[in-house]
């Protein structure tokens, strides 16, 4: 069974701050490892990872890939309180319906809560 | 639409009650992805739609459960006799890609809660 684990499971920092949250997975046929953040109920697509060791980079949030690893970490630098939110880790495998309909299917860790005070 | 719709919101419904939630994808997104949220927990896959045809229900948590989608585009969750464990919020997302997944567009999602 696909398996992602995040940690930590909660983080409260202060803002001006850097944090990295981690994302570790064990998945048959691996594709793709995503992170989400996840503000009130709908999580918000951030970074798509597919290769070991190249950055994705927006704004404050890195993020990178580590394939031998099996691990993505996510880091945010000079924090402000509207970082503060679920973030989600994700990791897509294909698979094969009925039909032989093939599809790309996300297992999600458990999220880790990010608190940012001012 | 200009995203994924989901209604209602919010639903309260009594322990024993049927409740149908719908989700309507982004115009021309052939994949639409059922998820649920339980407290404190990451998503929990429920069942995937490529057309009008479901390739995976293997989320299903029981035979209380079951969705439909009609005509490529709307889909309905119906959630029978519905039980407290039931109470999380679901969370529809579609894709536009058959076989890489890539970002997914969720919806705001519906929190049910059940008394």
């Known amino acids: 069974e696909d398996k992602v684990v995040q940690s930590p499971l909660s983080l409260v920092v202060h803002e001006g701050d850097t944090v990295t949250l981690n994302c570790s997975y064990e998945v048959t046929n691996f594709r793709s490892l995503l992170w989400y953040k996840q503000e009130k109920k709908a999580p918000t697509f951030l970074f798509m990872l597919?290769?070991?060791?190249i950055e994705k980079k927006s704004g404050r949030l890195s993020s990178i890939l580590d394939k031998k690893e099996l691990s993505s970490i996510l880091n945010i630098t000079a924090t402000q309180t509207g970082d503060s939110a679920i973030y989600l880790c994700?990791?897509?495998?294909?698979?094969?319906?009925?039909?032989?309909?093939?599809?790309?299917?996300?297992?999600f860790g458990q999220g880790t809560i990010l608190t940012v005070h001012p | 639409g200009a995203g994924v719709s989901q209604s209602p919101s919010n639903k309260v419904t009594e322990k024993g009650k049927d409740v149908e939630l719908r989700c309507d994808p982004i115009?021309?997104?052939?994949?639409l992805y059922w998820y649920r949220q339980s407290l404190g927990q990451g998503l929990e896959f429920l069942i995937y739609?490529?057309?009008?045809?479901?390739?995976?229900k293997s989320g299903l948590p029981s035979d209380r459960f079951s969705a439909e989608r009609t005509g490529g585009s709307v889909s309905t969750l119906t959630i029978q006799r519905t039980q407290q464990e039931d109470s999380a919020v679901y969370l529809c997302a579609s894709s536009s890609q058959k076989t890489v997944w890539g970002a997914a567009f969720f919806g705001q999602g519906t929190r049910l809660t059940v008394v």
């Open positions: 597919t290769s070991s060791g």
């Open positions: 994700a990791v897509e495998a294909p698979q094969r319906g009925a039909g032989g309909t093939s599809y790309g299917k996300l297992t």
């Open positions: 739609f490529q057309g009008n045809s479901a390739p995976d």
């Open positions: 115009s021309g997104h052939t994949a």
